[in-house]
């Protein structure tokens, strides 16, 4: 499809949106919308089958993500949002680069409820950021399965209230490889399926 290939392309050498200058934000939303008019699953919410998964961030307009590669001495590394329908679970997990033996780890896990067929409400209940050698953590899959089973981590590891820390995510594209969501705050996130 063109204007998948267009996004693609805006997108592109952007490092999930740090490198984009204020004109190539304007361009990268302008694609995105044109994208979004395209989507070839329109309610997205019931399409678990597609949903499902790990899925890579390519691009996000949000500060507070990108704010992460702000720390002194790190680097931004790959960002997850591993999506687990059945169960109504999120899993967003930022990998953090640059000291050597010394690269970080930040996750945060919510409980999702569907509000409209493509509008999820979130509900963040715990929050997880250390060394990825003191977690253990080696991949999504396996800091997810570590989670679930409830496993308590050598790292800033605690327990959100719920009602204090909520938001909403709306699917405004879905195929079988692209993901496009808007969140409460504004911001967009286009992502990739991983195997």
Known sequence: MIKKATLLEAIAGK???????PAEKTAILSAIAQL???NPTPRPVEAA???????????????????????????????????????????????VTGIPYLEGM????????????RRVQVKFNRFVVGL???????SPNQLIDAIASGQK????????????????????????????GRGNVGSVFVLTKVA
Do not use: H
């Open 106 to 117: 930040v996750s945060v896990v919510a409980r999702f409820e569907a509000v409209s067929e």
């Open 36 to 38: 979004e008019d395209y």
């Open 153 to 180: 981590f050598l790292a800033v590891d605690f327990s959100i209230a719920e009602r204090d820390q909520q938001g909403w995510l709306e699917t405004t594209y879905l195929d079988e490889d692209m993901r496009i």
């Open 49 to 95: 089958e597609l949903l499902d998964g790990n899925w890579r961030l390519l691009y996000t307009s949000s500060d507070e993500l990108l704010g992460i590669d702000r720390v002194p001495v790190y680097n931004l590394g790959q960002v997850y949002q591993c999506i687990r329908a059945k169960e109504g679970k999120i899993y967003n997990i930022a990998e």
């Open 132 to 138: 990825q050698r003191l977690i253990g953590y080696q």
């Open 15 to 21: 490092n999930r949106g740090l490198l984009a200058s």
